[in-house]
């Protein structure tokens, strides 16, 4: 981000990238914008903007590349899964990069911290702010005032949406809203509850002036809209211990008829699914995987599937299944610990994880070891959309700051919905404290390898320590929840400084 090299994007580049598909493929040393040229002609009509914008949503789905790792297109669902207690990488220790996540020991020179979370970010952030400044300097007639409104709208909403995963990787982080790369060069860690301003207001800003519908996009849910705004509001709120604004954008949100709890576990993560309130959609469903998860959740021969019971035996032969064991697993798995928290009868074990069986014999122990099967493909045909937003997780928001609110009942109204679906009994809650243990459990379950709930959700409510510190393959210490300013960044920005303990 900090670097010329990194933050030199003008805005036709996004453009470009949504008319030819690769577009920027690469940041390069353009030197100084020597005028605005560039970026008038890049919105000058809606068709030019709406092309801007759609670059925008490319990059977080597609980054610099089909094949690119990033933190809005599997990134952060698989290596946060990691730092918490959620998944392990199959490799072990003989690939350090991802191992150093999973024990929790990360280093500045950790590339995938730069190449996944902190450039992608920013680069997401730049391009958001090249559109705002685009669109408030163009002067064409025939960039008519609704789309001005919409495209602003839709571009500060993913501003804010980088910036809150920019402090919860990260913390204090340099606060960006122009496009000048001389002053962004010089921007020192801003401190996080002003970033948080900056989301929050980002996000109102969106909320008022985008559709309430998806009529735009012809009913897909792939771009954002009022209640994409409202649901992230709530999530900001929720992490800034404002129970009672939390609630409110949530219960705006759940009561919306056009969401709905799917009853079917099967088709929660579908496209015409009305649980979802956002998804990325891939630019071509025949050749493009849909997101990173689902390439790293899916092995190359399913067990359960493709090896009949019979002759399992003979694979768990121990002599014979260390030899075969990279088929069947995929990149990532479960850990045990996770596995062993689903509920007797909890429905979504059995919807939405696969299993391999391994031998009772070291390194093994006979334990079935499960995955998420959340990210569908057939092939290398993307077969679903990546949810980014659903409405399970504005229930859980709501019954969470109700039960912060003493609304025990209430909490565990919501609570129970969420229960009920994946098949399990209601509860009722003795105490605030019960409630709010209960609660971290659904969360814990229900958004297993999404989006890094699971890893924010033990930070922000200071159990992180607790719940990792007993782990036997973790070596957490209180410095490594936040991750580590990349090494390159710090050497090319005197202005910012590095988290404690790196």
């Known amino acids: 981000m900090m670097k010329k090299k990194i933050i030199s994007i003008i805005g036709i580049c996004i453009a470009l990238l949504f008319i030819y598909g690769s577009g920027c493929?690469?940041?390069?040393?353009?030197?100084?914008?020597?005028?605005?040229?560039?970026?008038?002609?890049?919105?000058?009509?809606?068709?030019?903007?709406?092309?801007?914008?759609?670059?925008?949503?490319?990059?977080?789905?597609?980054?610099?590349?089909?094949?690119?790792?990033?933190?809005?297109?599997?990134?952060?669902?698989?290596?946060?899964?990691?730092?918490?207690?959620?998944?392990?990488?199959?490799?072990?220790?003989?690939?350090?990069?991802?191992?150093?996540?999973?024990?929790?020991?990360?280093?500045?020179?950790?590339?995938?911290?730069?190449?996944?979370?902190?450039?992608?970010?920013?680069?997401?952030?730049?391009?958001?702010?090249?559109?705002?400044?685009?669109?408030?300097?163009?002067?064409?007639?025939?960039?008519?005032?609704?789309?001005?409104?919409?495209?602003?709208?839709?571009?500060?909403?993913?501003?804010?949406?980088?910036?809150?995963?920019?402090?919860?990787?990260?913390?204090?982080?340099?606060?960006?809203?122009?496009?000048?790369?001389?002053?962004?060069?010089?921007?020192?860690?801003?401190?996080?509850?002003?970033?948080?301003?900056?989301?929050?207001?980002?996000?109102?800003?969106?909320?008022?002036?985008?559709?309430?519908?998806?009529?735009?996009t012809g009913g897909e849910r792939i771009r954002v809209n009022k209640y994409a705004a409202t649901a992230m509001l709530a999530r900001v709120y929720l992490y800034r211990n404002d129970w009672k604004n939390a609630e409110a954008e949530a219960s705006a949100v759940i009561a919306n008829s056009q969401f709905a709890i799917d009853p079917n576990l099967d088709n929660v993560f579908l496209p015409s699914s009305k649980e979802s309130i956002w998804q990325l959609?891939?630019?071509?469903?025949?050749?493009?995987?849909?997101?990173?998860?689902?390439?790293?959740?899916?092995?190359?021969i399913s067990w359960e599937k493709d090896i009949p019971e019979d002759q399992r035996p003979l694979y768990l032969d121990p002599s014979v299944f260390s030899d075969v064991a990279i088929l069947f697993f995929p990149s990532y798995y479960m850990t045990d610990d996770l596995s062993a928290a689903f509920e007797p009868g909890d429905q979504r074990l059995k919807a939405w994880t696969n299993f391999v069986e391994t031998p009772n014999s070291p390194p093994y122990t006979g334990a079935t070891a499960h995955f998420s099967s959340k990210y569908a493909r057939q092939g290398l045909a993307a077969t679903q959309y990546l949810v980014v937003l659903r409405l399970a997780e504005q229930v859980l928001i709501r019954a969470e700051a109700r039960a912060q609110q003493g609304n025990l009942s209430g909490a565990d109204e919501d609570l129970n919905k969420i229960r009920t679906r994946a098949g399990l009994g209601i509860i009722s809650s003795a105490s605030k404290d019960n409630a709010l243990a209960a609660i971290a459990h659904e969360r814990r379950i229900e958004f297993f390898s999404e989006w890094g709930h699971r890893w924010f959700d033990l930070k922000r409510t200071g159990k992180a320590m607790e719940a990792l510190g007993s782990l036997s393959y973790k070596k957490i210490i209180a410095t490594q929840l936040l991750y580590p300013i990349p090494l390159d960044e710090l050497q090319s920005a005197p202005s910012l400084v590095q988290n404690p303990g790196y």
Request: proline share 5%; net charge negative; hydrophobic share 35%.
């Open 25 to 216: 493929k690469k940041m390069v040393d353009v030197g100084d914008p020597t005028t605005t040229i560039t970026t008038e002609k890049a919105f000058t009509t809606d068709g030019t903007a709406y092309a801007a914008l759609a670059g925008l949503y490319s990059y977080m789905l597609n980054g610099d590349g089909p094949q690119a790792i990033t933190v809005s297109n599997g990134g952060t669902t698989v290596y946060a899964g990691m730092s918490g207690d959620e998944l392990t990488n199959f490799l072990g220790t003989s690939n350090d990069v991802d191992y150093n996540f999973v024990s929790n020991r990360l280093t500045s020179q950790n590339d995938l911290v730069n190449s996944i979370f902190w450039t992608p970010l920013y680069k997401s952030i730049y391009n958001a702010n090249s559109i705002i400044e685009g669109i408030a300097a163009s002067t064409s007639n025939l960039l008519k005032p609704a789309a001005r409104k919409q495209i602003t709208a839709e571009a500060k909403f993913i501003r804010a949406f980088n910036y809150f995963y920019l402090v919860n990787l990260f913390g204090d982080v340099p606060l960006i809203t122009g496009t000048d790369w001389k002053a962004n060069a010089q921007v020192p860690r801003t401190p996080l509850a002003d970033v948080y301003t900056q989301i929050t207001n980002d996000l109102l800003d969106a909320q008022r002036d985008l559709p309430e519908d998806y009529a735009i």
């Open 281 to 300: 959609k891939p630019a071509s469903t025949n050749i493009n995987i849909p997101s990173y998860e689902a390439k790293a959740f899916t092995p190359q």
